[in-house]
């Protein structure tokens, strides 16, 4: 599959840090060589536009942000979305990252996506989940900056390391080993009757 249903992600990217009137729930862990981040939020957006043709659907967020994302034919029930409808949305995600001593991996990237929509004739709604493992060379550490150099098999990217005993372990030479994971459930509610 080369979409997740309603790109259902894009939603979940563009209001999970903009938004206010939403609950966000994070927390985080450390052991030597290895550490996790989690973030679940909930959030409510707004239908404001709708383009039939393209299946294009504009949200805005509580906090005035918008996003215009694309229905693909995982959805169903699209024909069903009217504008001023809410979208009611709950994002979960995790990033585990894991110090690799001495290994000789590949550095490779692999994606993997599920989808799910409405049944038809159902409200419309659906759930989707990504997973995002990489595998990158650390090919600089800048101790005095905290910095970290990356070189990954689509980008470098220099990455801050706050933890000075996180610090200290990581070696040019050495590879990081990382695991993104989102999940998200969105159901769309049909606008208030005046």
Known sequence: MKKPAIVILAIAAAFAINASAQTTVMKSSSEPGKATVEQMVDVTATVTAIDRSTRDITLKGPKGNWIVVTAGPEVKNFDQINVGDKVHTRYIEAL???LKHGADL???RTDEKSAQGAAPGAQPHGVAGRRI???ADVIAVNRETQMVTLRGPQLTLDVR????KQLKRIQKGDQMYAVYTQALAMVVEPAPKK
């Open 96 to 98: 585990v990252l894991e």
């Open 133 to 135: 493992t990489v595998v």
């Open 161 to 164: 390391v706050d933890d000075p």
């Open 106 to 108: 590949a550095v490779v």
